[in-house]
């Protein structure tokens, strides 16, 4: 595929009513979605986007983390622009940073996300070394540390049982990604919900998948600022994601 430069593409941030709450805030889930949502329409832009990698590789991307630095506060009434770059591959998984700027030219999200290609038929990673070679580039910059894999094991303690809904479910056939972080805060109390409305880092890694009407129960594990969440699955009793808000 050809080497683009991809830093040379902006594209509007989308942004909604339904993304903050009644004090003005936005919820956690939406700076995700903002940014999937500038990742999508880029990787259209370039030919990468998902519908045209199923229809001639038979391959979808996967996500395996997000992670975001809030650097300034995300107000509903600002308008922000968005640029995002392949950063790097480590044999499938590839890593992508965004970066988000105000009206101002100010910088006020930086973030990245690891993924890989599923191959949708055999429902696995593809490790076809041929195939990925195609979707790597230049490496750039790195705008914060993080990782793909979640190394911590905190003192967990449970907060509720949840059933996974048919509505959740996406086009592979297992719960959408956006649906965790929205997870996450229902799990949180009212008190922290309020501290969350200033979440200044928030990383996301998606484990094991929730099919349908799978039964999980939300955990946590609190500390002075920040809150750690994950979905553990009851049968077999592990780990389908983690959410950790700081703040």
Request: a negative charge.
């Amino acid at each position: 595929m050809e080497r683009l430069d991809e830093r040379a593409y902006s594209y509007a941030v989308p942004t909604g009513l339904a993304m903050y709450n009644a004090r003005g805030a936005f919820y956690p889930a939406a700076l995700q979605r903002m940014a999937v949502g500038v990742i999508e329409a880029h990787l259209e832009q370039i030919g990468w986007d998902a519908p045209k990698l199923v229809r001639e590789h038979g391959l979808s991307w996967v996500l395996l983390s997000f992670s975001a630095e809030v650097r300034k506060p995300l107000s509903p009434d600002a308008v922000y622009r968005a640029q995002t770059w392949h950063t790097h591959s480590q044999g499938p998984v590839f890593r992508r940073e965004f970066c988000f700027v105000d009206q101002n030219g100010e910088i006020a999200v930086v973030g990245a996300t690891f993924s890989s290609l599923l191959d949708v038929k055999k429902h696995r990673l593809c490790i076809d070394r041929a195939i990925l070679a195609q979707f790597q580039k230049v490496e750039r910059e790195t705008l914060l540390e993080a990782e793909y894999r979640y190394r911590q094991t905190p003192p967990f303690e449970p907060v509720e049982t949840r059933t996974v809904r048919p509505s959740w479910i996406d086009g592979l056939g297992h719960v959408n990604n956006m649906r965790y972080a929205d997870l996450a805060y229902d799990a949180l109390t009212a008190e922290e919900r309020e501290k969350v409305d200033h979440f200044t880092r928030m990383d996301v890694w998606f484990l094991r998948e929730l099919t349908a009407d799978a039964v999980f129960t939300m955990e946590k594990y609190g500390e002075e600022n920040a809150v750690t969440l994950r979905g553990v699955i009851d049968d077999g009793g592990k780990p389908s994601f983690v959410v950790r808000l700081a703040f």
